[in-house]
């Protein structure tokens, strides 16, 4: 029988924690290949466009250690 919460409990199952896990190690090869490509690139249009999505790696590392550090409190 499927539980139903009226309010989410405040637990991060072992099966969240490897999503988690999983969705942090992604993001940070990502965010990793995306900062490093950024002095290899000579052309300005296509540099604007990596330090963006850098940005928005980096805004998902921080988005994903809030909910491993803090429960997602601060969201």
């Known amino acids: 029988m499927k539980e139903t ?3 989410v409990p405040d637990i991060i199952s072992g099966k969240d924690l490897d999503y988690l896990s999983d969705m942090f190690n992604w993001t ?3 965010y990793k290949n995306s900062y490093n490509m950024v002095d ?3 052309e300005d249009d296509l540099k604007a466009i ?4 850098s ?3 980096e805004e998902n590392l ?3 250690l ?4 803090n429960g997602g ?3």
């Open 28 to 30: 940070y090869g990502a």
């Open 73 to 75: 409190e601060n969201e």
């Open 55 to 57: 940005n928005i790696f």
């Open 5 to 7: 919460y009226d309010v």
């Open 66 to 69: 809030n909910i491993l550090c």
């Open 40 to 42: 290899e690139v000579n």
């Open 62 to 64: 921080n988005k994903i």
């Open 50 to 53: 990596i330090k963006k999505s």
